[in-house]
């Protein structure tokens, strides 16, 4: 169903990630954060201002969950597990974007080549536990 707001109220989000034990559905996000990375090349020419190209080098992402089940403090301790059992770091993984859109249609974008790590909140009465699961990707890519 379409949208009567004029633009995104960050309710329209959801997220996937697909780590080396399987897809983790993480319930209610609360905050997603892709911050694009650019390595700069310049060149100081002799005949004016310096030229500058923006290169992309990868994503920053932070997406912050509040806590309703167990399947992230599990894939931390699968995760340790294995690294202290000599199976080296095995963190990579790949995390997807869904976007509802004004219109009712559906946008989707993966992350791959990912570097995971996580923070598994703090526990204080009466409020809500956030997860948080920090990541650098390689790529960004368009899926519908």
Known sequence: MASSTKFSIGKDISAVVV???GTIDLGNVIDF????????TTSAV?????????E???????ITIDRTKR?????V???EAAYWAGGGFITLGSAYKYVTERDGTQSAWSFTDCDFQFDLGQW???QTVALKIEFFARYMQVIS
């Open 77 to 79: 301790a699968q995760i």
């Open 71 to 75: 399947n992230i403090d599990d894939l």
């Open 33 to 40: 954060q892709s911050k694009p990375k650019y390595k700069a």
């Open 56 to 62: 992309p080098n990868g994503h920053d992402c932070t």
């Open 19 to 21: 780590g080396p034990y």
């Open 46 to 54: 002799l005949d004016g201002p310096e030229i500058r190209i923006s």
């Open 124 to 126: 204080k009465s009466e």
